[in-house]
């Protein structure tokens, strides 16, 4: 009987092999890492992502092709705190991993967390080659940098981001039965188990482990890293260049003006009419001058508000793609779990901390939120409303005296 038994566990021991999942936050699981972070980066990213889709939504700021693709990134990042940071919640307080219950959310699960961080991405860089070409190519950018153009930007890269990860949806997850090892006893349930995982050994587990796994680092991570130093650099060049230029056009003094709009102090002295149209032309240039630092002032303020979500991807997923290149093949050893929990928490504060650097860097956002407050105001106290239309009655009828 013993002989029998230990050839059916050998057996067993064969034909059963330890899953190899996609790489999920249920396999760095650390208990020592606090659980209440993952809940509170979710309630952040949640509340400041639908505030700045409102915000960008307006008429001011929704014309513009940059905020056109900020207020769509602030739709997928959603997606990504829903279905990352949600995964985890349900699996630190709920014991409940939501891809082993069945092979169609195995698949839809992974489909769309890789599809909603691969698309948060690749809006990042572009959000940075639509700056970069605004700047350096302002004749290409009349056509490239409008909302049309942006809108089909947008959904190619939708398209793109579905394409690379599809085959999840047809090749991921598996079904294996129950084996119960109970006083050196076998027993064989009919019940089935769902591992949402490559099975070991067959060519599509080949292709996920690691070759998936590297374009995942290069399209989350890597090449967009790229796209934004460049972007980055050739968009400093062309401020500070400008910078420069305004600079010495400021630094000119009256009478170097003067004489470049062909006056001569004899002229201004014998005759009243020069003077009154060089004072003239005077201040046509300087309203000239107004206007294209006020164009100058936007374009870096949408510069800052670039860069500073750029730093951000940087700071935030930097550390996660390092320590991926560095020690690969070792994240599930105990002693890196709870460096992989700080790291992919880091990760996924980049898609809930935008907000706060739209709110520090751009004036137009800062504006928007005021007026979105005041609005509300207005709404919600009818008194106020009628105060103030009564004050503007006031105001005409005084005028109309006058």
């Known amino acids: 009987m013993t002989e029998t038994v230990i050839t059916q566990n050998e057996f067993i021991k064969s034909y059963i092999h330890s899953p190899y999942p996609l790489e999920t936050y249920e396999d760095y699981l650390d208990p020592k890492f606090p659980s209440y972070v993952t809940v509170l980066l979710l309630i952040i990213g949640l509340f400041g992502n639908s505030l700045s889709a409102l915000v960008f939504n307006k008429k001011p700021l929704k014309k513009n092709s940059t905020f056109i693709y900020l207020r769509v990134l602030c739709y997928v990042d959603i997606l990504v705190l829903f279905f990352g940071l949600g995964d985890i919640i349900l699996i630190t307080y709920f014991k409940f991993v939501i891809r082993n219950q069945s092979i169609i959310m195995c698949r839809m699960h992974t489909f769309l967390t890789y599809w909603s961080t691969h698309l948060s991405s690749f809006i990042i860089a572009s959000v940075s080659v639509d700056r970069a070409i605004a700047t350096n190519f302002i004749g290409f950018a009349k056509f490239y940098c409008t909302q049309k153009t942006a809108h089909k930007i947008i959904i190619s890269l939708g398209f793109l981001s579905a394409l690379i990860n599809m085959h999840t949806l047809f090749f991921l997850g598996y079904h294996e039965n129950y084996f119960l090892y109970f006083n050196s006893t076998v027993f064989v349930t ?36 790229i796209i934004m130093f460049l972007c980055t650099f050739f968009i400093l060049r062309v401020i500070f260049m400008s910078n420069k230029r ?129 609005s509300k105001g207005r709404t919600s106290n009818p008194s106020w409303n009628t105060s103030q239309c009564y004050r503007s009655k006031s105001i005409r009828t005084n005028k109309s005296d006058k």
Request: charged share 15%; glycine share 4%; proline share 4%.
């Open 246 to 374: 305004m600079e010495s056009k400021l630094s000119r003094n009256s009478f170097a003006f003067l004489r470049a709009n062909g006056a001569t102090p004899t002229d201004t002295e014998a005759n009243a009419e020069p003077k009154t149209s060089l004072s003239t032309r005077f201040k046509k240039s300087f309203i000239r001058q107004n206007t294209k630092s006020n164009r100058f002032n936007k374009t870096l303020h949408l510069t800052y508000t670039l860069v500073s979500i750029n730093a951000l991807f940087i700071c935030l997923v930097g550390p996660l793609a390092v320590v991926l290149i560095t020690i690969k093949g070792k994240e599930k050893v105990t002693e890196n779990k709870l460096l992989f929990n700080i790291l992919y928490i880091l990760a996924y504060s980049n898609h809930s901390f935008n907000f706060i650097f739209y709110g520090l860097s751009s004036p137009p956002y800062r504006i928007a939120i005021k007026n979105l407050i005041h």
């Open 190 to 225: 009919n019940k089935t188990a769902c591992y949402c995982a490559s099975l070991y050994g067959t060519n599509y587990d080949k292709f996920m482990n690691p070759y998936f796994q590297w374009l995942d680092l290069i399209f989350y991570a890597i090449l967009p890293f």
